[in-house]
């Protein structure tokens, strides 16, 4: 059986990771990104060029998105040359991998259904490293039809979990960033306490495995913070903006998030510094350096 046409909209780092994956994979992909050169960066290993949102629809079966803003979403849907500016669009589905406003997200699924095109939110963790390798963690929301159609393609990309309808999925992004964007702050916190008595921090994730502080972000972000490489994997500014949203969502239920409202202020702090094209990792920076 021939694999679905899979167009791609955001070739950015994340974007870049899932189209070199389903290339790798078997897929044809046809992409566009409003950043030109990341359009021609794409041609390099595969990916075929698309002249709008629109375009790309028109080409393709089954069509991704991962965008860095809720607006962004929006206009790619409904802007000028955007999935619904022409026709081609019903009977396909729309599968967005980015992490945006819940309420809006449902709002365009309705507007796409409206329009005969189906539409899955699947978020993701892992970055980009993971979106290459096809190890990232995808949690989505939509029908059941939807998530049986998708969910061949969603094999080669990571582990696929339905978590109920339209909307489901980013509400469980939103779990997702509640626990891995204050473990920045924690783990650089714990960096500092390892430095600044002296250890070899390179080992503390070794011997730290096999107990409750043990995990897969921690051996990543030790490196990285030990190393002070803090060149993007994510942006620094992508980390405030999902944290912004995190705080928008639990006073929208009236819930007390107070450590995530400390690492909302500590990344205002970080992007306030000039630091937003950084990795999240930069958070560390915050601290002193031992000894200073």
């Known amino acids: 059986m021939p694999q679905p ?12 990771g899932f189209t070199k994956r389903l290339i790798a994979t078997g897929h044809r992909v046809i992409g ?13 290993w595969g990916v075929e060029s698309a002249a709008s949102p629109a375009d790309v629809v028109a080409r393709s079966d089954v069509v991704l998105t991962c965008l860095t803003t809720t607006k962004d979403l929006e206009e790619v849907v409904e802007g000028k040359d955007g999935v619904i500016s022409e026709g081609g669009f019903k ?5 967005d991998h980015s992490t945006a406003d819940i309420d809006t997200v449902k709002r365009l699924a309705g507007v796409l259904a409206g ?3 189906a539409f899955v939110d699947a978020p993701v963790s892992g970055g980009p490293g993971a979106a290459e390798t096809g190890t990232l963690a995808i949690m989505a929301g939509g029908s059941a039809d939807a998530i049986a159609k998708v969910a061949p393609v ?3 990309l990571g582990r696929f979990t339905h978590m109920g309808g339209v909307g489901a999925g980013q509400a469980t992004k939103l779990v997702n ?6 473990n920045y702050c924690v783990i650089a916190e714990a960096l500092r306490i390892a430095e ?3 250890i070899d921090a390179a080992k503390v994730p070794e011997a730290l495995a096999q107990g409750h502080a043990g995990s897969n972000l921690l051996p990543v972000l030790f490196e990285r913070m030990i190393a002070r490489d803090f060149a993007p994997r994510g942006y620094a500014r992508q980390v405030l903006k999902d944290l912004e949203m995190l705080n928008d969502a639990a006073k929208a239920k009236h ?9 909302l202020t500590l990344f205002r702090l970080l992007n306030a510094q000039g630091k937003s094209e950084l990795d999240g990792a930069a958070v560390m920076t915050l601290w002193p350096e031992a000894g200073a």
Request: hydrophobic share 55%.
């Open 255 to 263: 819930l007390p998030l107070p450590m995530a409202e400390q690492a």
């Open 177 to 182: 960033q509640a626990l891995v964007l204050t």
């Open 154 to 156: 969603m094999a080669h």
């Open 196 to 198: 600044a008595y002296g």
């Open 32 to 44: 566009f990104d409003v950043v030109r050169e990341k359009m021609e960066a794409a041609r390099g």
């Open 5 to 16: 046409m899979i167009g791609f909209i955001g070739l950015g780092l994340m974007g870049a």
């Open 91 to 95: 009977g396909k589905l729309l599968v």
């Open 115 to 117: 329009k005969g095109m």
